[in-house]
């Protein structure tokens, strides 16, 4: 059984920095996509990041967030965040890493954290 959970959302004011956590079981993440993605509220889900062979970036967080896996863990570090950086966001995993930019393509999903910027 694949279990995502994530964990490091919370309040930060613009300018501050949070680190987002992702612990899998179920799969050696090595081997699979691994995706973030968010939520606003009032808005589709979107992209964030994927990393398989290489990592790649939603442009709304190019230089500001990174993605990184250790052991069974994926990470997201985020800094410079802005009040537009506030939602839900999730981790995922694509078996078949087939589209990396489509969140329908993603198997499973955590539950999801919320992270919050003030302005």
């Known amino acids: 059984q694949v279990q995502l959970v994530e964990s490091g959302g919370g309040l930060v004011q613009a300018g501050g920095s949070l680190e987002l956590s992702c612990a899998v079981s179920?799969?050696?993440?090595?081997?699979?996509?691994m995706g973030w993605f968010r939520q606003a509220p009032g808005k589709e889900r979107e992209f964030v990041a994927a990393?398989?062979?290489n990592t790649v970036y939603a442009d709304s967080v190019k230089g500001r967030f990174t993605m990184s896996l250790y052991k069974n863990t994926v990470y997201l570090q985020m800094n410079n965040l802005t009040p537009e950086d506030t939602a839900v966001y999730y981790c995922a995993l694509q078996t078949a890493p087939i589209n990396y930019l489509d969140a329908q393509r993603y198997e499973y999903w955590g539950q999801g954290t919320q992270v919050t910027v003030s302005s």
């Open positions: 179920g799969r050696t993440i090595s081997n699979f996509l």
């Open positions: 990393r398989g062979g």
